[in-house]
Nanobody, 121 residues
């Protein structure tokens, strides 16, 4: 069992940055891949970025690559999503999810509750 808690969301101006954290409880977290997803009002939940259990492999949404960076610290049981040059279209609830395999789909075994990110002036 893996429990995930996201934090770091909030209100930010266009062009600003935020770092989201996904803290996990569970002894085996370091063996799981982790993905970040987001869901804007009225839209489907979409893949943002993913990282393998070791951190050696990362995937990004093509539209976000270059602005967002995923990383992990297994000693702290935490995965991060650094977001820069934020735009109003990045406004969404951001979720982290854990799965034995790194995939781009929504087929992740465990999900957090989400953290709201609002980009507005």
């Amino acid at each position: 069992q893996v429990q995930l808690i996201e934090s770091g969301g909030g209100l930010v101006q266009p062009g600003g940055s935020l770092r989201l954290s996904c803290a996990a409880a569970g002894r085996t977290f370091s063996t799981y891949a982790v993905g970040w997803f987001r869901q804007a009002p009225g839209k489907e939940r979409e893949f943002v970025a993913g990282i393998s259990w070791s951190g050696g492999i990362t995937y990004y949404s093509d539209s976000l690559k270059g602005r967002f960076t995923i990383s992990r610290d297994n000693a702290k049981n935490t995965v991060y999503l650094q977001m820069t040059s934020l735009k109003p279209d990045d406004t969404a609830v951001y979720y982290c999810a854990a799965n034995p395999r790194l995939v781009r789909s929504k087929e992740y075994e465990y999900w957090g509750q989400g953290t709201q990110v609002t980009v507005s002036s």
